[in-house]
């Protein structure tokens, strides 16, 4: 029977009208679907499957027939990720042997005279050279790598070890004649960030591991490139420029794009890492607060630290605000920025004669000796925020020919110089405002330009105002180094006092993080400007981002030192060691303030390789120890199987204390006087501490220096004997502490010497 034409045409609308319909329904879930990580109690799976990842898939099937997993997880969770709507990720919550359901985080990046200035080149002969160093494997998740880089020379190495799991993966751009017996793995990881911000744009970025960015080249190249002689940007910082840890071979995981870092990607990066075998994972990037149990790298941490592998993270460029910290987790190494003693000047002459100076990696050609007419950003343009030389802002006819002074702040350094550049500006000089204070941070601009401090700044405004036809021109002054005084702490480098658990002290150390050079991409000039055409094989950069490989790799010399020792006990011989004065005695200066820097603002100090090659004395922490800290925090058993991916009970018979974690440093908080409360009401807590004897027997004498009249410190015992090596000790220390106002912050220290070590550990009060 002929079907009739119009009913055929009433089926067509009919199923047009449903598939539109479905389309864009489909359409609509798919937009309100998000990421999430699903953590599942593996150790609760029904005996009727024999794989757990067909679990995980009828798991996910019973709340949504359409969610695919993104990836899952062996190593670093039980679990997987996928997209689903909030209504799924409720649902599937409350199924059994589901531990938690949590929503991904977008994380960021924390944007060669370093070996001299920490006192490696004369001491080389210290660390294991040869074969033992380059077993050591270092994994940097970043932004890819250049393979090209020369500090990825691999002259000299053996064959890559056959412990050695890890692949280099092929992708646009790179193959695996990428790889080589340095740069020994080399992945990517794309499938979260994809999900959520649809497929990577391959004329902007390659789906690979190369790195179109920078970031990931100079990290991995400052932990473990090789040496490279003449290396320089323009002639700056001239000389040769080489990794940390020289000889240890380099593995890569991309998973930062150019929106951002996915935690999805981040968590199946460490996942794959651990399986490779790699000993340190750097990680330069962070990504806000969070509990334990809700932060990926915190929770990938504690599986990489279950297998001996160190976790060294940036601390963030927070600073200087205090409570600014990302990457707080006690089995995460958090690492602080310093200044090294070189530095960079550019000269500021102005038509009164005065001469100021500030830093600048200009190259290119100079301003004229004479005077050049000078104008305020803030008075050529006609909006306000003007005087940050924002794109578009100034007034062409107010700036051609002339030199502009432009504010620091929102957006890019060099960005506002390219802004100058184009609207007819032959010069600037960039001011800091009271938020960065006198850091200063050199950049290679795209004109003559110089950055100078705040109050420089204020001196320089003062006659631009004043004087009816301002002039002024800039000079440079190349490199110098021998800046004293140096370290100083870096006023964007994060602090505390720690949000999370505020008895654990955060950050643990600082290391170099200004100015730092290192390899780079060819992708990208050295602003990271897309304007920017220059090509360089070096760049100088700042944040705590370069000095979080710093740690990472000389953890690596450490670990090829003693392949015996855990990542708690390398942690903690960089810390005891690390120092906190100059050689005159004067306290690290803090940048931000012009005053002495506390342990809020460096932690342990600033580290010494040298001296944690033997530090005398470890504070060794195991993974039980850990777990007792989960539990003191009282997280449920659904958030400390989540992180420990076991099927583990806290004691309710134990009494768990904070207080009881073996870490290298004490961080005290007490309350503020309440109302009720007498002011003189004393507050005691107790914290214990275990030390292992890591040198020859030796007896060691407990010494506490402290500024601090309302607070009586009390060592029992006093002095610890150590009959041989790998011998442990336990030591309590009482803190007793009147109430203060809130906010009040001061500070002492614990050394145990043996005449010859000195273990040293900071201990921070805070009242809040
Ligand atoms: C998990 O541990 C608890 C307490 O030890 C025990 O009662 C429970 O049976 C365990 N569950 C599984 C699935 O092993
Ligand atoms: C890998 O890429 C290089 C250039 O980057 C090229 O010379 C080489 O032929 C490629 N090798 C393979 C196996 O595709
Ligand atoms: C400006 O001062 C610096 C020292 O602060 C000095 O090195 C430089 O030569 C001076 N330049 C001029 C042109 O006076
Ligand atoms: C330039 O700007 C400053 C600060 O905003 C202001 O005090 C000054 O009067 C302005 N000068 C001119 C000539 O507009
Ligand atoms: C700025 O304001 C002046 C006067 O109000 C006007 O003539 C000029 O076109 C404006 N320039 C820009 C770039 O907006």
Not at 437 to 457: C, F, I, R, S, Y
Not at 464 to 486: C, R
Not at 646 to 660: G, I, L, Q
Request: aromatic share 8%.
């Amino acid at each position: 029977m002929k079907m009739p034409k119009f009913l055929f045409l009433l089926l067509l609308l009919g199923f047009f009208h449903v598939s539109v319909a479905a389309i864009w329904k489909q359409q609509q879930q798919q937009q309100q679907k998000k990421t999430y990580i699903v953590h599942m109690a593996k150790f609760q799976m029904p005996a009727s499957f024999d794989e757990h990842t067909h679990w995980y898939d009828s798991s996910l099937k019973s709340v949504s027939d359409s969610a695919e997993m993104l990836y899952t997880y062996d190593n670093v969770i039980h679990g997987f990720s996928t997209r689903l709507t909030d209504e799924e990720a409720k649902l599937l919550e409350a199924q059994p042997g589901i531990l938690s359901v949590l929503p991904e985080v977008r994380y960021e990046l924390h944007t060669t005279r370093t070996p001299e200035f920490l006192g490696l080149d004369k001491n080389e002969g210290l660390f294991p050279q040869s074969d033992i160093a380059s077993e050591v494997f270092v994994g940097v998740l970043d932004t890819g790598i250049w393979p090209e880089s020369l500090s990825f020379d691999d002259k000299g190495l053996g064959p890559v070890p056959s412990g050695w799991k890890g692949e280099c993966e092929v992708g646009k751009n790179f193959n695996t004649s990428n790889c080589n017996r340095k740069l020994i793995g080399a992945r990517f990881f794309s499938k979260g960030y994809e999900a959520t911000l649809g497929p990577i744009d391959e004329t902007k970025e390659s789906k690979s591991p190369r790195d179109d960015d920078g970031h990931g080249t100079h990290t991995s190249t400052t932990a473990a490139g090789s040496v490279v002689d003449g290396a320089s940007l323009f002639g700056y910082a001239a000389g040769a420029a080489r990794g940390m840890a020289t000889r240890a071979r380099v593995a890569v995981y991309k998973v930062c794009w150019i929106g951002g870092c996915f935690s999805a990607d981040i968590l199946a990066a460490m996942e794959k890492a651990i399986d490779d075998g790699v000993n340190v994972i750097s990680m330069s990037l962070g990504g806000g607060m969070a509990d334990y149990y809700k932060d990926t790298v915190a929770v990938g941490a504690f599986a990489a630290m279950e297998r001996g592998i160190l976790v060294s993270c940036s601390a963030g460029n927070a600073g200087p605000n205090s409570y600014s910290l990302s990457n707080v987790a006690p089995w995460i190494t958090t690492v602080g920025a310093g200044t090294l003693d070189r530095d960079f000047p550019a000269y500021v002459n102005l038509g009164n004669g005065k001469n100021f100076s500030g830093v600048s990696l200009y190259s290119g050609k100079p301003l004229p000796d004479s005077l050049i007419e000078f104008v305020y950003a803030g008075n050529a343009t006609n909006v306000t925020n003007g005087n940050l030389c924002m794109v578009g802002t100034l007034i062409p006819e107010k700036v051609a020919g002339k030199i502009v002074l432009c504010d620091r702040g929102i957006n890019a350094r060099v960005q506002k110089g390219f802004v100058v550049k184009q609207a007819g500006g032959v010069g600037m000089i960039l001011a800091n405002t009271a938020a960065n204070g006198e850091e200063l941070v050199a950049d290679a601009h795209l004109l003559p330009a110089t950055a100078v401090g705040e109050k420089t700044g204020d001196m320089i405004k003062n006659y631009l105002f004043s004087d009816p036809s301002p002039t002024a021109t800039i000079l440079f002054g190349g490199t110098k180094v021998g800046i004293q005084p140096s370290p100083v702490v870096a006023a964007f480098s994060s602090r505390g006092p720690n949000a999370i658990t505020p008895e654990i002290l955060k950050p643990d150390l600082i290391a170099p993080g200004v100015n730092i050079i290192a390899g780079w991409s060819g992708a990208v000039g050295p602003t990271g400007l897309s304007m920017d055409s220059r090509r360089v094989n070096f760049n100088i950069i700042s944040g705590t981002s370069m000095s979080c490989p710093h740690v990472s790799g000389l953890a690596a010399l450490l670990k090829a030192a003693h392949p015996d020792w855990s990542p708690a006990a390398i942690k903690s011989a960089l810390m005891t060691t690390a120092y906190i004065t100059y050689k005159n005695g004067i306290k690290i200066q803090d940048v931000a303030t012009g005053r002495a820097s506390t342990p809020f603002d460096h932690g342990a100090g600033h580290v010494d390789p040298v001296s944690a090659l033997d530090p005398g004395l470890v504070y060794d922490i195991t993974v039980d120890d850990y777990l007792d800290f989960l539990c003191a925090l009282q997280y449920t058993s659904l958030q400390i199987n989540s992180i420990a991916r076991r099927n583990f009970t806290c004691d309710a018979t134990k009494k768990y204390s904070v207080t009881d974690l073996n870490y290298p440093s004490f961080a005290i908080p007490f309350d503020t006087a309440q109302s009720g409360r007498t002011a003189a009401a004393t507050t005691t807590v107790k914290y214990t501490r275990t030390l292992t004897n890591v040198g020859t027997p030796a007896t060691y004498k407990a010494s506490v220096t402290s500024q601090v009249a309302s607070v009586k410190i009390l060592v029992e015992p006093e002095s610890l004997a150590f009959s041989q090596t790998n011998e442990k000790k336990t030591y309590t220390v009482t803190f007793s502490g009147g109430s203060m106002p809130s906010g009040t912050t001061s500070f002492a220290r614990l050394e145990w010497s043996d005449g010859k070590h000195v273990v040293g550990s900071p201990i921070a009060f805070s009242w809040t």
